[in-house]
């Protein structure tokens, strides 16, 4: 039995500032840029805190291998 989940990580390849977003996108099969679009809708509908958010997630999620 080997590891066959998938893991969150920040992108490598998909990133344009931290590669959260990317790495977000690959997880879930989605474009990023979907993602990118999503989360600057979020941004504005929270008040700025998606950008504490977003770094926090940096942060917190591991680098791509």
């Not at 997630?57 to 591991?62: I, L, R, T």
Request: charged share 20%; glycine share 10%; with cysteine.
């Amino acid at each position: 039995m080997g590891n066959d989940y998938k893991k969150l990580v920040r992108s490598r390849t998909k990133k344009m500032l931290c590669g959260v977003c990317g790495g977000i996108g690959e997880y879930l099969n989605i474009d990023p840029t979907v993602i990118r679009l999503l989360w600057i809708l979020f941004i504005f509908f929270s008040f700025g805190m998606a950008v504490l958010i977003y770094f926090i997630a940096a942060v917190v999620m591991p680098d791509e291998p």
